[in-house]
């Protein structure tokens, strides 16, 4: 979407929209609270996203299947995805949740859930962001346009699963893009192609004969799949093959919530049987 700069020319009825100083204002104006504002409260008037929501025309729609009882907790697409994505220490597009639990049947197991953005359908940072950088991409995905990037860390704040990170020197915000170098190539994402247990199926679900999609009406036909926080209504492109030994509900309150990202406290062995992130601010014992 192309906003209009003071002292241009009047927009055409086809281009009209919101100005840059109203879009800014909003977010700004959001970001004042936003230490204890609801999502929503930081969300743009919807002709300042709308454009920004829609994918574009080209016939796919990227997805993925995360299958939580493959997964043995081996880093590897954490590896792959820092080495290819220049991820500095610290700091992740995409992690793995570890979990101990105890199954139905009394015996102690241990969950691990490779987790990143989930590309939801109706995305909280695209209607947060005030500069216009977050977008819909090829097949959907939820991409940052740096050359628009300010840093603003309104994105931050609305996503639901803490998929976002502010880059400590570039001040831009930085997620999963579903390596769209690799893909439009004809390459799979580095997590994919690296991991060994096949726990992570991306493709194009609008072709059947892929194989997420192949996955996906497995799944589905079994009521195998589940999605992160249904409860906030994002319509996420990310699902979870479960069972009765690997709920999503046992290891989700691990996952960060509104204003926090992926971080290394996940790994410390004291915290994997404690409540999540979000759980433990609310109850002020952190």
Same mark, same amino acid.
């Given at each position: 979407?192309? $906003?209009?700069?003071?002292?241009?020319?009047?927009?055409?009825?086809?281009?009209?929209?919101?100005?840059?100083?109203?879009?800014?204002?909003?977010?700004?104006?959001? =970001?004042?609270?936003?230490?204890?504002?609801?999502?929503?409260?930081?969300?743009?008037?919807?002709?300042?996203?709308?454009?920004?929501?829609?994918?574009?025309? !080209?016939?796919?729609? #990227?997805?993925?299947?995360?299958?939580?009882? @493959?997964?043995? *907790?081996?880093?590897?697409?954490?590896?792959?995805?820092?080495?290819?994505? !220049?991820?500095?220490?610290?700091? #992740?597009?995409?992690?793995?949740?570890?979990? !101990?639990? +105890? @199954?139905? &049947? *009394?015996?102690? =197991?241990?969950?691990?859930?490779?987790?990143?953005?989930?590309?939801?359908?109706?995305?909280?940072?695209?209607?947060?962001?005030?500069?216009?950088?977050?977008?819909?991409?090829?097949?959907?995905?939820?991409?940052?346009?740096?050359? @628009?990037?300010?840093? %603003?860390?309104?994105?931050?704040?609305?996503?639901?699963?803490?998929?976002?990170?502010?880059?400590?020197?570039?001040?831009?915000?930085?997620?999963? %893009?579903?390596? +769209? %170098?690799? $893909?439009?190539?004809?390459?799979?994402?580095?997590?994919?192609?690296?991991?060994?247990?096949?726990?992570?199926?991306?493709?194009?679900?609008?072709?059947?004969? &892929?194989?997420?999609?192949?996955?996906?009406?497995?799944?589905?036909?079994?009521? *195998?799949?589940? $999605?992160?926080?249904?409860?906030?209504?994002?319509?996420?492109?990310?699902?979870?093959?479960?069972?009765?030994?690997?709920?999503?509900?046992?290891?989700?309150?691990?996952?960060?919530?509104?204003?926090? &990202?992926?971080?290394?406290?996940? #790994?410390?062995? #004291? $915290?994997?049987?404690?409540?999540?992130?979000?759980? @433990?601010?609310?109850?002020? !014992?952190?």
């Amino acid at each position: 979407m192309q $906003v209009e700069d003071e002292g241009a020319a009047a927009p055409t009825p086809q281009s009209q929209g919101p100005s840059r100083r109203a879009v800014l204002g909003a977010g700004l104006a959001g =970001a004042a609270g936003v230490s204890g504002a609801a999502p929503q409260d930081l969300f743009l008037p919807e002709e300042a996203w709308r454009e920004r929501m829609t994918a574009p025309d !080209d016939g796919k729609r #990227y997805g993925w299947v995360v299958d939580t009882r @493959r997964c043995f *907790g081996c880093h590897a697409c954490e590896v792959a995805c820092k080495a290819e994505n !220049d991820v500095p220490l610290g700091k #992740y597009i995409r992690q793995t949740i570890y979990h !101990d639990w +105890t @199954r139905p &049947s *009394g015996a102690v =197991a241990r969950i691990m859930a490779p987790v990143s953005c989930q590309h939801c359908e109706d995305a909280p940072c695209i209607k947060a962001c005030p500069c216009g950088a977050l977008h819909k991409g090829a097949g959907g995905t939820v991409a940052v346009d740096y050359d @628009r990037c300010s840093g %603003h860390a309104a994105c931050v704040e609305a996503c639901p699963y803490g998929a976002i990170y502010i880059d400590p020197v570039a001040n831009q915000a930085v997620k999963c %893009h579903n390596c +769209t %170098h690799r $893909v439009d190539v004809g390459m799979e994402p580095a997590c994919v192609a690296t991991c060994p247990s096949e726990a992570l199926a991306f493709g194009d679900l609008n072709d059947p004969e &892929s194989r997420v999609s192949k996955l996906t009406a497995e799944l589905e036909a079994v009521d *195998g799949l589940a $999605v992160l926080r249904p409860e906030k209504q994002t319509q996420p492109r990310m699902r979870f093959a479960v069972d009765a030994n690997h709920p999503v509900e046992a290891w989700e309150p691990k996952l960060p919530r509104e204003g926090e &990202s992926l971080a290394p406290e996940a #790994y410390d062995v #004291y $915290v994997w049987r404690e409540p999540g992130f979000g759980e @433990r601010r609310e109850g002020g !014992d952190a």
